[in-house]
């Protein structure tokens, strides 16, 4: 079946522009995170959903970041007064949600935002 | 709290050569563990995982990984490098204090293979 997918997969934006990243997990996958690759920090936690409600918010780095999830399904990450060192490839993954086994998540191909 | 730590940034074998990427972990409750594979402009996909069951675990692509709690590793091999193996593996270790699985990576080991 599909897998996690996100759009754009590359945006350019200026410094101070919100921008806005979509995120669509697998079909009927309840847990849904946001991780940020970027050279210098690596790969960072910023958000986890279960179903719609988010109870780790811990990694957005600051309160110009925000994420919603509606109807347990697709999530957008947004991101205000974009700074130059908000560049990087913002990833999504997914996952059943169910507890054990590891509960594999899997990655969307991510987007790359570049704040110039 | 969970932490990775990969040793060597950049890993270069022969095609054919032994491949061995260095993961050791750290964490206050029996860890899950991760292997992930991102090739250039992809996602990560996972290799495989190891979560309490056996201690030696084999994932796709001919690699496995042997986690070894008293050394707090787990170590990826493959027998025998392909040119396709080329890529950045990612260790990570699952927080899951929230009964979630907070994914932690490590710095990540980029793996060439020469002919």
């Known amino acids: 079946g599909a897998g996690v997918s996100q759009s754009p997969s590359n945006k350019v934006t200026e410094k101070g522009k919100d921008v806005e990243l979509r995120c669509d997990p697998i079909?009927?996958?309840?847990?849904l995170y946001w991780y940020r690759q970027s050279l210098g920090q690596g790969l960072e936690f910023l958000i986890y959903?279960?179903?719609?409600?988010?109870?780790?918010k811990s990694g957005l780095p600051s309160d110009r970041f925000s994420a919603e999830r509606t109807g347990g399904s697709v999530s957008t990450l947004t991101i205000q007064r974009t700074q130059q060192e908000d560049s990087a490839v913002y990833l999504c993954?997914?996952?059943?949600?169910?507890?054990?086994?590891?509960?594999?998540?899997?990655f969307g191909p991510g987007t790359r935002l570049t704040v110039l | 709290a969970q932490s990775v730590t990969q040793l060597g940034s950049h890993v270069s074998v022969s095609e054919g050569a032994l491949v061995l990427l260095r993961c050791n972990y750290s964490?206050?409750?029996?860890?899950?563990l991760f292997w992930y594979v991102q090739y250039p402009n992809q996602g990560l996909q996972l290799l495989l995982k190891?979560?309490?069951?056996?201690?030696l675990v084999k994932g796709i692509n001919g690699f496995e990984a042997e986690f070894k709690k008293s050394e707090t590793s787990f170590h990826l091999t493959k027998p025998s490098a392909h040119m396709s193996d080329a890529a950045e593996y990612f260790c990570?270790?699952?927080?899951?204090?929230?009964?979630?699985?907070?994914?932690?990576f490590g710095a990540g080991t980029r793996l060439a293979v020469h002919p």
């Open positions: 993954a997914s996952s059943t949600g169910l507890a054990g086994d590891g509960d594999t998540q899997y």
């Open positions: 079909s009927g996958h309840t847990a």
């Open positions: 959903f279960q179903g719609n409600s988010a109870p780790d």
């Open positions: 964490s206050s409750v029996p860890p899950y």
């Open positions: 190891y979560t309490s069951a056996a201690t």
């Open positions: 990570a270790v699952s927080d899951r204090r929230g009964g979630y699985n907070k994914l932690i």
